[in-house]
């Protein structure tokens, strides 16, 4: 059964920073494409940042020189850190899974980010 689990969302300031965090479970870690993506209310589902398994990394024009996504392979686990955030990044933040071989990627639940003063 495969899971991915975010923690990490929360409210904070304009100009703050957040790590999101997404533990995966039931999958091969080391090789499978990880990503975010977010959805503000009434949009749709945007990438934010993706890594591949061997850590070449791809960013929205929204995140580059603010957002860096990285991945520990021994833990499992894709982060997001996210710098100078701003109320435009307001969303519900997604951990993705691309598993090799497989059509559909894999989903987690989503936190909320609030950008606000």
């Known amino acids: 059964q495969v899971q991915l689990v975010e923690s990490g969302g929360g409210l904070v300031q304009p100009g703050g920073s957040l790590r999101l965090s997404c533990k995966a479970s039931g999958i091969i870690f080391s090789i499978t494409v990880m990503g975010w993506y977010r959805q503000a209310p009434g949009k749709q589902r945007e990438l934010v940042a993706r890594i591949t398994s061997g850590s070449r990394t791809n960013y929205a024009d929204s995140a580059k020189g603010r957002f860096t996504i990285s991945r520990d392979n021994a833990k499992n686990t894709v982060y997001l850190q996210m710098n100078s955030l701003k109320p435009e990044d307001t969303a519900v933040y997604y951990c993705?899974?691309?598993?090799?071989?497989?059509?559909?990627?894999?989903w987690g639940q989503g936190t909320q980010v609030t950008v606000s003063s």
């Open positions: 993705n899974a691309e598993v090799p071989g497989r059509r559909d990627p894999f």
